[in-house]
């Protein structure tokens, strides 16, 4: 059980040599942030077992979307990371190459940089047949703006969260405000594709 239970802490399960990765490193930084967190499971997992770090399952609650993006990247072997991807019915480059492109959005968010029309230097991978849904659903000729980006965090919220509201509030918050959606890369036809529909998972 410990392997599937803790395998943050099993380096031979990731690369050992990447750019800006250090599996101790991260695996420290983690530990730290696991004994620091004021989450009741956490506190719980340390009053009664003797493991320096909680279950994966537990981990995953309190990592940034960069730390997340930088463990599932690293995983050393592609059926490792299939087998998270294909829970989203997708290939696991397109899923690193996912998390990787929204922790950057992540960040220029938290910095309060301007996104609505903003060209994105740093686009992602987009897949070329699966999920259907979601490349129906994506603008290839105008792949650096803000729609795309959205459109994958609808097609994740769909698999993640089926009852969400996520999309609703975006298209209400698009039509209180006077911005035109073009200059964020939406297509003309955006809301009758198949993903701002409905939930398609």
Known sequence: MGQFSWPLTNASLFKKLAPNWNHTQQRQKLEIEARKSQETFLRHHYQKYDE???PVWALVEIMTLGQLS???GNLRHGADRNAVAHRYNMDETNLTSFLHHLSVIRNLC?????????????????????????VASLNPKDSRRLYNTLTVLAW???????????????????LQHSIDPLHM???????RRVLWQENTT
């Open 52 to 54: 320096p770090l909680p």
């Open 156 to 174: 994740l919220l769909d698999s993640i969260s089926p009852q969400h509201h996520w999309k609703q509030r975006l298209k209400t918050s698009l």
């Open 185 to 191: 890369g939406f297509p003309t036809d955006w809301e």
């Open 70 to 72: 930088k463990w599932y």
């Open 110 to 134: 938290a910095h309060h940089s301007r996104l609505w029309n903003r060209e994105f230097t740093f686009t992602f991978r987009v897949p070329g047949h699966r999920p259907s849904a979601l």
